[in-house]
């Protein structure tokens, strides 16, 4: 008789005694590790870096116009011959009646296009399909968030090297310090409600002013670093009451007053965006005819193709992207400090 047991299929009329040796300690170890794999309860959540874009709220997207290299506006300065006020008087005699004169003039701005390819191996394609997950829709997924972080910098910041700037550092907006308040600066976390709420009625009637009292250039938007932001809505306006200093501030700034609903917005370009490295306000009209960007083309996927080279596919991501365009500087203000 042989020495050694075996064992059997249990479908197998061979008699005990033939066959495969018993598993061996080696094969018990080795069976359990791939029992425990198969026990694995796999999250189907793929989790995407963490991330924000704010630009869509804080400034108006214009789409459309193709594939053009710059955009234009026409301005218009009007002017009379003569000045106005008593010089308007007329009469019967009169032989030097004044002329209305118009000036016009352009802007100019540049666009650029945004372009990223998404190279696909032909061996990852093949695997996608056996583990279910589309790898082309993890590249576009990727794709479109790199897009996004490129919109939000174009809208704040621009892209100096192309000599393009964004709604909180254009050097042609005017900037000033906010006052100091009781307490012997400027910031925020050191100034009463009534403080902080005169600085924010002090920014939008500056703004006002430059903009020659027109009610249509009321500031509507405010920008403030994210510190700042949670400053005002965890802070009540005092012990006794329940308004925050946040609601203070949304009821009882100027600008309401005027007509127009002030919106508070946290923007993490503010931080540090001030002269001397300051925390920065930015106070200005969200409005198409005031200040607005443009996405010409928006991204698409124009043109995939094999590439042998590299055993891959590979697809050609474009948009056109204009930068940010300030209509008018008077209504739109920088306030540092806070």
Same mark, same amino acid.
């Given at each position: 008789?042989?020495?050694?047991?075996?064992?059997?299929?249990?479908?197998?009329?061979?008699?005990?005694?033939?066959?495969?040796?018993?598993?061996?300690?080696?094969?018990?170890?080795?069976?359990?590790?791939?029992?425990?794999?198969?026990?694995?309860?796999?999250?189907?959540?793929?989790?995407?870096?963490?991330?924000?874009?704010?630009?869509?709220?804080?400034?108006?997207?214009?789409? +459309?116009?193709?594939?053009?290299? #710059?955009? *234009?506006?026409?301005? @218009?300065?009007? &002017?009379?011959? !003569?000045?106005?006020?008593?010089?308007?008087?007329?009469?019967?005699?009169?032989?030097?009646?004044?002329?209305?004169?118009?000036?016009?003039?352009?802007?100019?701005?540049?666009?650029?296009?945004?372009?990223?390819?998404?190279?696909?191996?032909?061996?990852?394609?093949?695997?996608?399909?056996?583990?279910?997950?589309?790898?082309?829709?993890?590249?576009?997924?990727?794709?479109?968030?790199?897009?996004?972080?490129?919109?939000?910098?174009?809208?704040?910041?621009?892209?100096?090297?192309?000599?393009?700037? +964004?709604?909180?550092?254009?050097? #042609?907006? *005017?900037?000033?310090? @906010?006052?100091? &308040?009781?307490? !012997?600066?400027?910031?925020?976390?050191?100034?009463?409600?009534?403080?902080?709420?005169?600085?924010?009625?002090?920014?939008?009637?500056?703004?006002?002013?430059?903009?020659?009292?027109?009610?249509?250039?009321?500031?509507?938007?405010?920008?403030?670093?994210?510190?700042?932001?949670?400053?005002?809505?965890?802070?009540?306006?005092?012990?006794?009451?329940?308004?925050?200093?946040?609601?203070?501030?949304?009821?009882?700034?100027?600008?309401?007053?005027?007509?127009?609903?002030?919106?508070?917005?946290?923007?993490?370009?503010?931080?540090?965006?001030?002269?001397?490295?300051?925390?920065?306000?930015?106070?200005?009209?969200?409005?198409?005819?005031?200040?607005?960007?443009?996405?010409?083309?928006?991204?698409?996927?124009?043109?995939?193709?094999?590439?042998?080279?590299?055993?891959?596919?590979?697809?050609?991501?474009?948009?056109?992207?204009?930068?940010?365009?300030?209509?008018?500087?008077?209504?739109?203000?920088?306030?540092?400090?806070?």
């Amino acid at each position: 008789m042989p020495d050694k047991t075996y064992v059997l299929g249990s479908n197998s009329n061979i008699p005990r005694g033939f066959g495969q040796p018993i598993m061996t300690h080696d094969a018990i170890s080795g069976g359990l590790a791939f029992l425990v794999s198969e026990l694995e309860k796999l999250d189907p959540t793929l989790r995407e870096p963490l991330t924000s874009v704010t630009y869509p709220r804080d400034i108006p997207i214009e789409t +459309g116009g193709g594939w053009v290299s #710059n955009e *234009a506006n026409m301005n @218009v300065d009007y &002017g009379v011959s !003569g000045g106005s006020g008593d010089a308007a008087f007329g009469s019967g005699a009169a032989n030097a009646i004044r002329i209305m004169q118009a000036n016009l003039d352009k802007d100019l701005y540049p666009t650029h296009p945004y372009e990223v390819v998404a190279q696909i191996k032909f061996i990852d394609q093949q695997r996608g399909n056996v583990t279910g997950r589309s790898i082309q829709q993890l590249y576009d997924d990727g794709i479109r968030l790199d897009f996004d972080k490129h919109m939000d910098k174009n809208s704040y910041l621009g892209y100096e090297r192309y000599g393009s700037y +964004g709604i909180v550092n254009n050097p #042609n907006v *005017a900037a000033t310090s @906010v006052p100091a &308040g009781a307490g !012997g600066t400027t910031t925020w976390k050191s100034k009463t409600p009534d403080e902080i709420l005169s600085d924010v009625n002090y920014a939008v009637t500056m703004n006002w002013m430059a903009s020659e009292y027109d009610t249509s250039a009321v500031a509507n938007h405010v920008l403030i670093d994210p510190e700042n932001y949670a400053y005002l809505v965890s802070t009540k306006v005092s012990g006794q009451a329940d308004k925050t200093i946040l609601t203070f501030l949304q009821d009882n700034n100027m600008a309401k007053q005027k007509g127009a609903d002030l919106v508070i917005c946290e923007c993490r370009y503010c931080i540090g965006t001030g002269t001397g490295g300051t925390n920065r306000m930015i106070v200005y009209r969200n409005e198409k005819r005031f200040i607005s960007a443009s996405l010409l083309a928006p991204l698409s996927r124009a043109m995939t193709g094999p590439n042998i080279a590299n055993a891959s596919y590979d697809s050609l991501y474009v948009a056109n992207v204009g930068q940010v365009k300030t209509h008018y500087y008077q209504p739109i203000g920088y306030f540092d400090g806070i």
